[in-house]
């Protein structure tokens, strides 16, 4: 079961990162990378679809305010 999601997620984000015509910014790429790191945490830590949901839902937060930072920092 995790691996089947785990696959699905990273296809998932291939295919929306590869769909961009321009270059992503650090936020754009830790956002995408934060739900699908979470939502891979969330499905192994809480099991079910709220577990998994919540962890998307957190890392994308997380990985987007962490991509904001790399962006002033330029």
């Known amino acids: 079961m995790t691996t089947k999601l785990l696959m699905a997620a990273a296809a998932a984000s291939l295919i929306a990162l590869t769909g961009c015509g321009t270059s992503l910014t650090n936020q754009?790429?830790?956002?995408?990378?934060?739900?699908v790191l979470g939502g891979v945490a969330g499905s192994a830590l809480g099991?079910?679809?709220?577990?998994?949901?919540?962890?998307?839902?957190?890392?994308?937060?997380?990985?987007?305010?962490?991509?904001?930072?790399?962006?002033?920092?330029?």
């Open 28 to 35: 754009q790429i830790g956002t995408g990378t934060g739900a």
């Open 47 to 74: 099991g079910g679809t709220l577990g998994t949901v919540g962890g998307a839902a957190a890392g994308a937060v997380i990985g987007s305010e962490i991509g904001k930072k790399q962006d002033q920092k330029r």
